[in-house]
């Protein structure tokens, strides 16, 4: 199976610090993104890659920012975080031209305080 | 723009009771359809996917999804819902080839001993 590993389940940073959420999937799957899920808002997209070195928007960019340096890890960069950045953030993959959806990671649980 | 609305945040049923939630999908295109389950600090898992072919289709845990195209609906069906199916259903449509996933609200489901 595929699996996609988000380094952290838990984390607490103070207003200001530069964040990073890592995520790493074992299959050599082209694709993958990250999402944050709030509470009545669903599943969200902040960013997605086709490929190494390659990023683009989703529908919700502002204050993030993302890196792919190799193809299985997918970096999250909140540069400086605030308070509304608190959130569930998930991250998924899939193989390029496969319609049979997302492997998601368990997700990170950032508090911003 | 694809859309997916849930209209119910919330559900309960009894244990052993039948289950139907609810997914209207907007999209120009025949849609890629999906139904993911969450449980309470875990990352999504998929339940089902429609491509094309039968309109019905069967996914893991005893769940099944009709397509209707005239109606834009993606309905999630359980004939005997048990304490376990407790958790979050999120519906989804996938766009950009099949490799961007947007996102319903999410139902909350509550089962009832």
């Known amino acids: 199976d595929v699996k996609v590993t988000q380094s952290s389940r838990y984390l607490v940073k103070r207003t200001g610090e530069k964040v990073f959420l890592e995520c790493v999937q074992d299959m050599d799957h082209e694709n993958m993104f990250w999402y944050r899920q709030d509470p009545g808002l669903g599943l969200r997209l902040i960013y997605f890659s086709y490929d190494v070195k390659m990023k683009e928007k989703g529908d919700i960019p502002e204050g993030y920012s993302v890196s792919r340096e190799k193809k299985e890890r997918f970096s999250l960069i909140l540069e400086s975080a605030s308070t509304n950045q608190t959130s569930m953030y998930l991250c998924?993959?899939?193989?390029?031209?496969?319609?049979?959806?997302?492997?998601f990671g368990s997700g990170t649980r950032l508090t911003v305080v | 723009a694809q859309s997916v609305t849930q209209p119910d945040i919330h559900i309960t049923v009894s244990e052993g009771a039948s289950l139907e939630l609810r997914c209207n999908y907007s999209?120009?295109?025949?849609?890629?359809l999906f139904w993911y389950v969450q449980s309470p600090g875990q990352g999504l898992q998929l339940l089902l996917k429609y491509f094309s072919g039968d309109t019905l289709v069967q996914g893991i845990k005893g769940f099944e999804a009709e397509f209707k195209r005239s109606q834009s609906s993606f309905n999630l069906r359980k004939p005997s819902v048990h304490w376990s199916d407790a958790a979050e259903y999120f519906c989804?449509?996938?766009?950009?080839?099949?490799?961007?996933?947007?996102f319903g609200t999410g139902t909350q489901l509550k089962v009832e001993l």
């Open positions: 998924a993959s899939i193989t390029g031209g496969s319609p049979y959806g997302y492997t």
């Open positions: 989804a449509v996938a766009t950009g080839g099949g490799n961007k996933l947007t």
């Open positions: 999209y120009g295109a025949t849609p890629y």
